[in-house]
C-alpha cells in the first residue's frame, strides 16, 4: 500500500508501522533531468496481498515537496503610470539593455532619480519589479532564500533575488554599496553569458528566466576605502549616469500684489 505524500518531511511506513527515515527517500536524477530535482518515496508490499518484500521506488517532483516561491508576482507589477521626466536617451539605452539582458548600473547622488527611472522603465516594459534596499547586515540567505519551519516542517522558501530569477522579474538592487561584499558576490554568476545562480544550501542550480535583468544603484559619493565595489564588480554592468536637473523656474510675483511669506500660505 503507497503512503500518502504530503509535503515534507517525506515519509514511507511499512506493513508493521515502522517508518523509513527521510534520508533514504532521497536520489537523484539522470542526465535528462538534471534540472530538476526529485526524491525517491518507498514503500513495502503488504504480504497478505501477494506483493513483494522488496522495496520499490516512486519519483515524484521536488517542487511538491518545498514551497519554493510563496510570493505573488502581481504584486509587484506597477500599474499605474510613474512619474518621471526623460531627459536625454536614458529610455533607449535601458530598452537596448533590457533587449540583450545586460545588467546595469545606475550611478548618480542621492534624489536624483535613479529608483524612479527603474519603476518608469519596469512600467514601460511591462515586467514586475522585486527591489531590495541593501544594507550592511544583510546576509547571502536575505537575498536567495532560507530553510523556514512552519506547520509542515522545514520548508525552503525563495529570497527576493531567487523569485525574480525563477520568475523572469527585474531585481532592483538599490544601494549596492552598502551590502557586504561577500554578498555581493553572489550577483556575479547571474551578470555574464552563464545567468545562473546556485543554491548551495539547497543543491540546486536555478537557471535564470529568459526575462529576467538585474539592475543596481550606486552612489559614488558615499564611496569609501571600507565601502565601494570591488572592479570586478563594476566592469560586469552597464553603467548609466544620472544627474540632478536644476530647479524649475518659478513665476515671478506679480508686481501689484506683494509675495506671500511662508506663513502666509496655505497647506495647499
Known sequence: ???????????????????????????????????????????FGMPSMGHSSVPTVERVNASTMCNESTMDLRDYRIWA???YRTIGDENRLFEAAFADRMPMMLKGPTGCGKTRFVEFMAWRLGRPLVTVACHEDMT??????????????????DGPLTVAVRHGAICYLD?????????????????????????????ELVHAHPDFQLVISYNPG??????DLKESTKQRFVPLTSVILPPRSRPKSSPTRPASTPAQRGPW
Open 1 to 43: 500500500m503507497r503512503a500518502p505524500i504530503a509535503g515534507s518531511p517525506i515519509m514511507a511506513r511499512s506493513a508493521t508501522g515502522g517508518h523509513i527515515p527521510q534520508g533514504m527517500g532521497r536520489g537523484t536524477a539522470g542526465p535528462g533531468l538534471r534540472h530538476q530535482r526529485w526524491v525517491a518515496v518507498f514503500w
Open 81 to 83: 503610470e510613474p512619474y
Open 140 to 157: 547571502a540567505s536575505d537575498l536567495v532564500g532560507r530553510f523556514l519551519l512552519d506547520a509542515q516542517g522545514t520548508v525552503w522558501h
Open 175 to 203: 544601494e549596492i554599496v552598502e551590502a557586504r561584499q561577500d554578498t555581493t558576490v553572489l550577483i556575479h554568476p547571474l551578470t555574464d553569458d552563464r545567468r545562473i545562480m546556485p543554491l548551495e544550501k539547497k543543491g
Open 222 to 227: 558615499y564611496q569609501s576605502v571600507l565601502k
